[in-house]
Nanobody
Framework: QVQLVESGGGLVQAGGSLRLSCAAS????????MSWHRQAPGKERELVAV???????NYADSAKGRFTISRDNAKNTVYLQMNGLKPEDTAVYYC??????????WGQGTQVTVSS
């Protein structure tokens, strides 16, 4: 079955950096579009960054210039490097994959807290 396991969250001061990882199993990882989303308390879940099977990337405006999504197909892992973190980046971050027949799958999430 599809499993997505995030890691790398934590508490960091404003201006700091974190790198999130998401290890995937149960899918043909290299063939799939992977994405990171986040959900802050009291807010809807929002897309942060997407990486295609070819390595093409897209970012939410809030992430452009600060976050970098990447993938390692040999390790079935997608990363989110976050630099210049702000208190408004505080959220639970989720890894996700959409499979055409099965639908969207989510990881369990990893908490990122940025203190001012």
């Amino acid at each position: 079955q599809v499993q997505l396991v995030e890691s790398g969250g934590g508490l960091v001061q404003a201006g700091g950096s974190l790198r999130l990882s998401c290890a995937a199993s149960g899918i043909t990882f290299s063939a799939n579009v992977m994405s990171w989303h986040r959900q802050a308390p009291g807010k809807e879940r929002e897309l942060v960054a997407v990486i295609g099977s070819s390595g093409s990337t897209n970012y939410a405006d809030s992430a452009k210039g600060r976050f970098t999504i990447s993938r390692d197909n040999a390790k079935n892992t997608v990363y989110l490097q976050m630099n210049g973190l702000k208190p408004e980046d505080t959220a639970v971050y989720y890894c996700s994959v959409y499979l055409p027949i099965s639908g969207r799958f989510w990881g369990q999430g990893t908490q990122v807290t940025v203190s001012s």
